[in-house]
């Protein structure tokens, strides 16, 4: 089980844990919980998930799936995600005044930043997971509810990096 979380508004929460869901489901059952069926539809799509289904809530997942949780949550036995996007000062102060404690952070990294991924390491005393680069295809997909149609190689890096650091054994077996 993964929980992602945003340290801030618009840093790209249910994105990257649409794109986490979507890889894995393309091998396994996978469930995403979110608080906001209704944007990650139309972030979707509508799109045939597959091996991929929509909850509400927790109570709704069966221990045969993978269950990506979008949104803060204190679930046992889940490894927690912080989504920041830049590196940003806000994100940053944001992110180390969060009620949540996170494992490990997922950075959408945006060019000509002055901060770096050693400065969200140094600041926040986590390991920075994974990089996404935020591009104008992943913007301009989901903007248009074309995200599970148009998979970027910035899907699968992701999803590596975040099993890489949280083997999936470990994360099914929980």
């Known amino acids: 089980m993964i929980s992602v979380t945003g340290v801030r508004g618009g840093h ?14 393309a091998t396994r059952p996978v469930v995403l919980v979110t608080d906001d069926r ?6 979707l799509g509508g799109a045939d998930a597959g091996l991929l289904r929509i909850v509400d809530t927790l109570d709704e997942t069966n221990p045969n799936e993978f269950v990506i949780i979008d949104g803060d949550t204190d679930a046992d036995g889940a490894y927690h995600l912080a989504v920041l996007r830049g590196p940003s000062y806000l994100g940053l102060r944001a992110l180390v005044k969060q009620t949540f404690t996170a494992d490990g952070i ?26 996404v680069p935020v591009t104008a295809a992943v913007a301009r997909a989901t903007d248009a509810g074309l ?3 148009r998979p970027t190689d910035a899907f699968d890096d992701l999803a590596r990096s975040v099993l890489a650091t949280f083997p999936i054994e470990e994360v099914a077996a929980v």
Do not use: C, F, K, N
């Not at 790209?12 to 489901?25: E, H, K, P, S």
């Not at 209704?38 to 972030?43: E, F, K, N, R």
């Not at 950075?107 to 994974?130: C, Y």
């Open 12 to 25: 790209g929460q249910t994105t990257v844990a649409i794109m986490l869901a979507r890889t894995l489901a």
């Open 38 to 43: 209704d944007s990650v539809l139309a972030i």
């Open 106 to 131: 997922v950075v959408l990294t945006e060019s000509d930043r002055a901060l770096g991924l050693r400065d969200v390491t140094a600041v926040t005393g986590l390991p920075v997971v994974a990089t």
């Open 147 to 149: 995200l599970w149609y």
